[in-house]
């Protein structure tokens, strides 16, 4: 399959590829996909105090475009509050990487794992 | 070195310079370009000798009489002729057909479309070794069973299933048996004097020889009938009529007879190759080698790396020409089929590669593919959550997963 230059060059070169210590409260985990399926990415993002997203971390079991998903949403959500960060849709991510339709399942897994962590942070942060 | 390197040989081999020399001798005007049907001149006569000689080539690889060998297009028609064309011919006696659950498509979708004409299909499952259990086999067989068919080494997996005792049952109980030998020509000796195989389907480019040929051995004694499927001219004594593509019969026969010669040659030096690359990546976590470990075929080596998923792993190795385990660029993310007859998890079977060698590769092309598959494995696992999860001693299977 011919992938999208974008879609390489993420996969190549990942960004933000690593992970937080689990029980830093600051830190806010969401996992989503099966390993069944073919795709388990894990997002992590660091949040102050003001909700404001610092860092972002990602590693992803998947195809190309499912680590090209997860490591654009960590650059994306760098910076943003929560409630920006959960406005980031699924078409916004395969438009950017110009996936093909096969592969429009990866930009959906790499929103709910956005929306994942920050039901994870909500949760814990008791509202 | 050029890349990327071709570790593909049991999806395709490329034709050996001698075949296309051959080949390319039986197309213009200089050439021998006759109708073999012809029978009125000289062009027609010279071209039915070339075809004689191949199909004789064909069946001395084999140990069969030339006369036993009708020309097809590929081991795919050979499949679909043989299996429709006994079932049918022999529907009288039995609409009961045998076959396997990891055999080739060919073979399964002739099956599926023979049960839409009424036949009943029993597929068998293997063992986790991918081979057939001899007594599971003989418990499936039914008294209106009138054919079996069982591919004689798998072209996933490169396990090589036991045809001398499949026959024999095969046989004393009266039961057509098909084996579908498109891997297996120039990779294990075949005798047909001596095997028990009443119909066997070859393919002309698993063996250095042109895509597009084919031949199905069909046996004379005891002599086994086939509805044809191909209705026309009456060649190849009916079976499957159509004018013989000469330059690719041509082709196809010297791949044989080369294979012949030299195939055990090139067994020794593909083994040698193939334990050169298992011994490079035995020391990487977490490998597995897929099908039985000894009765396989050298050329074949499938090995699944847990934690990986397949399509990824595809694209780092991008320098080295490999199939996966996984057919993950379709939409139905489908793990293969003949992986999970053999019992393996749907990761494992999403994160293998094939890994076929063939008469073209090289010491050095082994060396750096063991360098590659290195490299990628540990940038893969960098970034796998299941291989930390893995790490950090998680059961994987315990973890409540959110499908998609």
């Not at chain 1, 830093?24 to 997002?43: E, F, R, S």
């Not at chain 2, 040989?9 to 075949?19: F, L």
């Not at chain 2, 320098?319 to 393996?344: F, H, K, M, N, Q």
């Amino acid at each position: 399959m011919a992938y999208s230059t974008k879609v390489i060059d993420h996969y190549e070169n990942p960004r933000n590829v690593g992970s937080f210590a689990k029980d830093d409260p600051t830190i806010a985990t969401g996992m989503v996909g099966a390993p069944a399926c073919g795709d388990v990415m894990k997002l992590q993002l660091k949040i102050n105090d003001q909700g404001i997203i610092e860092d972002a971390k990602f590693k992803t079991y998947g195809c190309g475009s499912a680590i090209a998903s997860s490591s654009l949403v960590t650059e994306w959500v760098k910076g943003k509050s929560i409630d920006e960060a959960a406005l980031i849709k699924n078409t916004d991510i395969a438009q950017e990487l110009a996936l093909p339709p096969v592969k429009i399942h990866c930009s959906i897994l790499a929103e709910d794992a956005i929306k994942a962590a920050i039901a994870d942070y909500k949760q814990r942060h008791g509202n | 070195m050029k890349l990327p390197i071709y570790l593909d040989y049991a999806a395709t081999t490329p034709v050996d310079p001698r075949v296309a020399e051959k080949l390319m001798q039986f197309l213009t005007m200089d050439g021998c370009f006759g109708n073999p049907a012809s029978r009125s001149h000289k062009f027609g006569w010279q071209s039915e000798e070339a075809v004689e000689i191949a199909r004789a080539q064909i069946a001395e690889l084999v140990n069969a009489d030339p006369r036993e060998i009708v020309f097809t297009s590929g081991a795919t028609e050979s499949n679909n002729l043989a299996i429709k064309g006994a079932a049918q011919f022999y529907h009288r006696k039995g609409k009961h057909l045998i076959t396997v659950k990891t055999e080739h498509k060919a073979v399964l979708d002739a099956m599926r479309a023979l049960e839409r004409e009424g036949f009943e299909v029993t597929y068998l499952d293997v063992e986790a070794s991918g081979l057939v259990d001899l007594d599971k086999l003989t418990a499936a067989i039914r008294p209106d069973t009138t054919l079996i068919s069982i591919m004689f080494v798998n072209n996933e997996i490169g396990v090589i299933q036991d045809i001398a005792a499949i026959g024999e049952l095969c046989r004393s109980k009266g039961i057509i048996f098909h084996v579908d030998a498109a891997q297996a020509t120039g990779k294990v000796d075949i005798d047909l004097e001596t095997l028990k195989v009443d119909l066997m389907s070859f393919s002309g480019h698993k063996t250095y020889g042109p895509k597009g040929i084919g031949a199905l051995y069909v046996r004379r004694k005891p002599r086994i009938r086939l509805e044809a499927q191909t209705h026309g001219g009456g060649h190849e004594r009916g079976m499957r009529s159509g004018t013989l593509a000469t330059h690719q019969i041509v082709a196809m026969g010297e791949a044989f007879r080369i294979a012949k010669e030299e195939m055990h040659a090139e067994r020794e030096r593909v083994a040698v190759l193939r334990d050169r690359l298992l011994d490079g990546i035995k020391d990487i976590e977490q490998v597995f080698l897929n099908g039985d470990a000894v009765q396989r075929v050298p050329g074949i080596t499938n090995v699944s790396f847990n934690y990986v998923e397949g399509e990824s792993l595809i694209m780092a190795l991008k320098d080295i020409a490999v199939s996966s385990g996984s057919a993950c660029t379709s939409a139905s993310l489908e793990p293969s089929y003949v992986l999970r007859a053999l019992g393996l998890t749907d990761e494992l079977a999403h994160s293998s590669i094939r890994f076929s060698i063939g008469r073209y590769t090289t010491e050095e092309q082994i060396d750096h593919t063991i360098k590659i598959v290195h490299d990628a494995i540990g940038k893969l696992r960098d970034m796998s959550p299941l291989w930390e999860m893995y790490k950090d001693g998680v059961d994987l299977g315990s973890v409540a997963w959110v499908a998609h």
